[in-house]
DNA sequence: CCTTTACTTAGCCATATGGATAACCATCAA
DNA sequence: TTGATGGTTATCCATATGGCTAAGTAAAGG
């Protein structure tokens, strides 16, 4: 995945109201008043935030008559851990190497 | 975890320098001159994000005569992974739900 | 001591972000 | 066809963010 999605992904996911968003929507598709309806907040500004979510390619979403339903998009979310797991394994690779040269003195280098 | 340290910790992650910081960590140690090498920015700027990582609770530095050293903490990585299986978890229980009550269609409901 | 070296602090600037209003467009219901 | 309902667009505003330079401190090194 390239950088600048993973930047996006990131960053929708770094507000409470996106993150609830996100957890509502892991129950089933919702229409905008609904998923808004919570949240102490304008419409307007709330639809930046679904807008910032779809960008990122959490949430998609399509136009029913003149109501928008949103529908989450969870492959999305594996892009993050996928990063994250990546670091992980990186970090206990080299803590399985720092062992196996500690108990093993007699090869210092090849 | 709190909601305003998952903020602080997903904000970190959206950035592609603070990334790079990151995984350059998994490798070992390294000193602030040596991380903000490879960055083609100047110091202060790049100090700002190390500071951002350490509030996030991804690094921890120590002080080592004039040089400042950093380190990873990687369990911080696991609090932002324990949120998103959190979603995982509830969208599949989701999906399950849905197929049980579609393969047993002689009780709608209780 | 004096000078690097390695950060640190203090500001400054442009752009991005999260919020708000006001006004507009497009259904659906009566 | 006329409201009301559900979004949408266009601005606007304050604060946060990511970058910079300039100037400071503090530990080595000679």
């Known amino acids: 995945m390239d950088n600048h999605q993973l930047d996006a ?15 509502r929507l892991t129950e089933g598709e919702v229409t905008v008043s609904d998923l808004a309806d919570p949240h102490d907040m304008a419409l307007p500004s709330f ?16 136009k029913q008559g003149r109501t928008r339903i949103c529908t989450l998009h969870p492959e999305a979310l594996s892009e ?31």
């Open 47 to 62: 639809l930046k935030h679904l807008t910032r979510l779809e960008a990122a390619g959490l949430i998609q979403t399509r």
């Open 9 to 23: 992904l990131f960053a929708a996911l770094a507000d409470p109201t996106r993150r609830a968003i996100v957890a």
């Open 80 to 110: 993050a851990t996928t990063w994250i797991d990546r670091q992980r394994t990186a970090w206990e690779g080299r803590l399985n190497r720092l062992e196996a040269l500690l108990s093993q003195p007699d090869t210092p280098d090849t």
